[in-house]
């Protein structure tokens, strides 16, 4: 069975698509109408063993020992085993079932269930769990819960003894998704999901060493990317950090670029049937003709799918993992994906003009037209 088949019928036994959607799904086709109202509704005041047998048990087992029935390219959780990436909490595993896991088959839960039966869901798992006691040294741990945070302080590689970046700054957002920037040229590093940070000093402004929770799930360009902002001509342009601050339900970063270009970045949780992905979103304000975005930086190990997508996607490959790409903007942006690798999208002549450009990111076991178009219909696409 292929990767996609498998999806498609854990999407199927949860509900989410009907079994014609399915099947057409499976064989590379668009469904004919995605339908909220087509998932399988848990019974009144289903109890959370009720819940796990109608949401889980078909991938996890019955007992929760991993040994579903449904053949998955990932193996399932052993929930018996314990040992979980994103903590074994109640609020990480609350976070970890209404997100998903991007990459993985594991498909996000925040629509199907209300929050109180994750709840109830959660309270069986526990008790399928080995018992474990928390460390003291979550006193040290920064967790957010019902806005984002902001935690600033040096980056470093492993046990390394030297900050890789002694400026940086993570912003963690409450569904367990977290953003590691440096700042002193700015640019995004990586993108984690899981536990948000650890930090000795929460007192200081900054310099202590910060200790990312969550798990590594999308690394731009290894961890040490360009600048993200280059000349039409290739140029690249630095940037300098004017600040961050929390509005609402984001994390907004200033920064000038040389030359003039004021830019407002920030990120966007983007849960979906496929694991969750994230939103980049720019508003660009250009003091010049000559300005291109280098999403992605050339790399000789990747390159883009020839094949037929919806419109606004761009899939790129690297050595056996997919990322889709979502792209939109405000003004006749063009999208330039290079033979080399390298993804630019060049803004049109102009002064004083603001741009916004949001580039949606999913990594995805299969990345066909048909997937692209089931996330296209959550995501209003």
């Known amino acids: 069975m292929t990767r996609l088949a498998s999806i498609v019928l854990a999407l199927a036994a949860l509900g989410v698509v009907g079994c014609e959607d399915a099947e057409r799904l499976t064989a590379g086709q668009p469904p004919l109408k995605i339908d909220a109202s087509k998932r399988k509704p848990a019974p009144t005041a289903a109890s959370g063993a009720d819940l796990y047998a109608l949401h889980c048990a078909r991938c996890h087992g019955v ?8 053949k998955l390219a990932t193996p399932a959780r052993d929930f018996k085993a314990g040992g979980f990436a994103f903590g074994n909490t109640r609020d990480a595993l609350f976070k970890t079932i209404g997100r998903g ?38 006193a040290r741990v920064l967790e957010p819960t019902d806005r984002p945070l902001i935690a600033r302080g040096a980056l470093y590689d492993g046990g390394n003894e030297t900050a890789r970046f002694p400026r940086g700054l993570l912003i963690g957002y409450p569904i367990g998704m977290s953003f590691e920037y440096r700042v ?60 961050v601050r929390t509005e609402k339900d984001r994390a907004v970063l200033s920064y000038r670029l040389e030359g003039g270009t004021g830019v407002k970045e920030w990120n ?50 690297r050595e056996g993992r997919t990322l889709a790409l979502k792209i939109a ?12 690798g390298s993804l630019r999208l060049v803004f049109p002549p102009s002064r004083g003009a603001t741009t916004r450009v949001t580039v949606s990111c999913f990594a995805l076991e299969s990345a066909t037209k048909a997937v692209l178009d089931v996330i296209d219909e959550q995501i209003g696409g």
């Open 101 to 138: 896991i991007a990459g993985k088959e594991m498909p996000a839960f925040r629509d199907v269930m209300t929050d109180a039966e994750r709840w109830r869901l959660i309270d069986h798992l526990l008790t399928l769990m080995p018992k474990q006691t928390e460390s003291d040294a979550r």
């Open 329 to 340: 903007a405000t003004a006749a942006i063009r999208t330039v994906p290079g033979e080399d």
């Open 184 to 243: 002193d040229d700015p640019r995004l590093l990586k993108v984690r999901e899981g536990g948000f940070v650890d930090r000795a000093d929460w007192d200081g402004r900054g310099g202590a060493r910060l200790e990312p929770l969550g798990r590594e799930v999308y690394a731009i360009a290894d961890g040490d990317p360009p600048r993200l902002f280059i000349t039409a001509a290739g140029a690249a342009l630095p940037g300098h950090y004017e600040g």
């Open 63 to 70: 007992e929760g020992d991993g040994k579903g029935t449904e």
């Open 268 to 317: 966007e949780v983007v849960p979906t049937r496929f694991g969750s992905g994230f939103r980049r979103c720019f508003e660009v304000t250009a003091e010049g003709k000559d300005l291109a975005l280098e999403l992605e930086a050339a790399d000789p190990k990747a390159r883009f799918l020839a094949e037929e997508l919806p419109a606004g996607w761009i899939v790129r490959t």
